[in-house]
């Protein structure tokens, strides 16, 4: 089962309303692709932590925009406030299915090498790789 995540459209664009948006508990986002027009969103943002634990940061999700229809999409690129340590703004790219992609995907080393069980050192030459494949 794919996770969902709920978004509304927002029509505010200057800088109070989107203030608003986060001291409301939002996130301001886009939701862009090939086939759908750039369209301003804003998400919860306990939600999308959520989401995002749960696929990971290359996982692929359902983005159902209030009065519209489910969208498959990717984030493209998430901005924090440092400081804060809370979200600005989140890039939510509509996903093609029958298209390939590139993703950098992370290395994750599982169970034990036979060099170090024998007081060896492992040294792990790529954290992530890029691969291309279909979104699914």
Do not use: W
């Amino acid at each position: 089962m794919m996770a969902v995540l709920k978004a509304e459209k927002r029509t505010d664009m200057r800088g109070s309303g989107t203030r608003k948006v986060r001291n409301a508990g939002f996130v301001p986002g886009v939701l862009y692709g090939n086939k759908v027009d750039a369209t301003p969103v804003s998400v919860e943002s306990v939600d999308f932590l959520k989401t995002i634990r749960e696929v990971g940061r290359n996982g692929l999700f359902s983005l159902e925009v209030k009065g519209g229809k489910k969208h498959q999409v990717m984030v493209q690129e998430v901005q924090t406030d440092p400081l804060k340590d809370s979200f600005v703004h989140i890039d939510f790219f509509e996903v093609d299915m029958k298209s390939e992609m590139d993703a950098d995907v992370p290395v994750r080393l599982e169970g034990e090498a036979p060099g170090v069980k024998e007081g060896g050192v492992l040294a792990q030459l790529k954290h992530e790789i890029s691969v291309k494949c279909l979104p699914s």
